[in-house]
């Protein structure tokens, strides 16, 4: 198991690990990826996978003025995106407009949008409701939340609410569950923590995990996967937080990323420092389980690798599945090579 057959995009000429789907594309199966050069002029690269399917073109190459340590795309507006930015001793988070969505091979500068500036912290992520238009967002640092009021149009953000996670925890991430957009999970350093939007309270968690990244399973409410630095990766039903469902191997070294696929529901991708992208068979659910399993083993182990892929010489951090050909997903490698797959031999036959 092994072998790939995927299309190089050879454009990034510095570092990166930030890719994104351009999810609001309806017309292109396309990506965005950013760079974090610490000595160069940063890029945001818009690249689109030829109607042939066989090349990833270059659609425009937009200048960003500081390291990109995390880049998302807008799900109801394709020349819209948010970055998480560092440059030496500041940080901060921004709305970016692409000028031109496609043809723009040289664009210059990048149009800021919205700053969110608010932030005491050191910035971790933006969280963009995943489905569809919703004039919030979140963004996270390392020990506060903030629930964002948008309007990109009048160029305006504005804080609905904010709440503190205290001193004992440092967040890194979060993700929007689609199934309630009123539930937030965030990572921190030794839980996954659930929190409640209307009353920016925390009502569950589940403790004494280190997270590197998680993903909800856009097809069955309360499943989700994460990625641990111990444990591999780990499918939880969170109506039983307390075990998981069950575990998966992981990578050689950390698995640094996971990503549901976002229409067939049991594959599962993952990304590690190992230079390596799994693709996994993982449809358990809590449904598929009888009570006396549960009991004797609680955390089936099994192995459902179905392939490996190894187009890489760096560590993996990111993944993205594309939205409008749910069979295809990119990778990104910190030595900024950006990598398109199709999946289509391991997809379940109805």
Request: aromatic share 10%.
């Amino acid at each position: 198991m092994g072998g790939s057959t995927g299309i190089v995009y050879g454009g990034l000429k510095y570092q990166a690990r930030c890719i994104a789907d351009v999810s609001a594309d309806p017309d292109n199966t396309s990506f965005l990826a950013g760079t974090l050069s610490l000595r160069e002029e940063n890029e945001v690269h818009l690249i689109r996978m030829s109607a042939s399917g066989t090349e990833l073109i270059c659609e425009g190459l937009f200048y960003h003025p500081s390291e990109i340590w995390d880049l998302k795309s807008c799900p109801f507006d394709p020349r819209i995106f948010s970055t998480v930015f560092t440059s030496g001793e500041t940080h901060g988070a921004s709305l970016w407009e692409i000028p031109e969505l496609y043809g723009q091979s040289n664009a210059p500068q990048l149009k800021e949008l919205v700053s969110l500036k608010e932030h005491s912290f050191k910035v971790k992520c933006i969280v963009w409701w995943p489905t569809g238009k919703h004039d919030k967002l979140v963004s996270i640092d390392e020990g506060n939340l903030f629930l964002w009021s948008i309007d990109s149009s009048n160029k305006t953000a504005k804080v609905i609410s904010q709440e503190s996670v205290g001193m004992l925890h440092s967040l890194s991430g979060g993700v929007w569950d689609p199934h309630d957009r009123n539930t937030i999970a965030a990572m921190s350093d030794s839980s996954l923590q659930f929190w409640d939007l209307r009353t920016m309270r925390k009502t569950n968690s589940i403790e004494h995990i280190h997270v590197r990244d998680a993903d909800y399973n856009p097809k069955k409410q309360f499943m989700l996967v994460t990625a641990e630095d111990g444990s591999g990766i780990r499918l939880w039903d969170l109506r039983m937080p307390n075990f998981p469902l069950s575990e998966l191997p992981g990578h050689a070294h950390w698995t640094w990323a996971v990503r549901y696929n976002p229409q067939y529901d049991g594959l599962i991708l993952s990304a590690g420092t190992d230079s390596t992208v799994n693709l996994w068979s993982a449809s358990v659910g809590v449904d598929d389980m009888t009570s006396e399993s549960l009991v004797e083993s609680p955390t089936r182990k099994v192995d459902p690798l179905l392939n490996s892929y190894k187009d890489y010489e760096d560590s993996v951090y990111g993944l993205a599945w594309s939205s409008r050909e749910p069979s295809t997903f990119a990778s990104l490698s910190y030595d900024g090579r950006v990598v398109a797959e199709s999946v289509k031999p391991y997809i379940p036959r109805n």
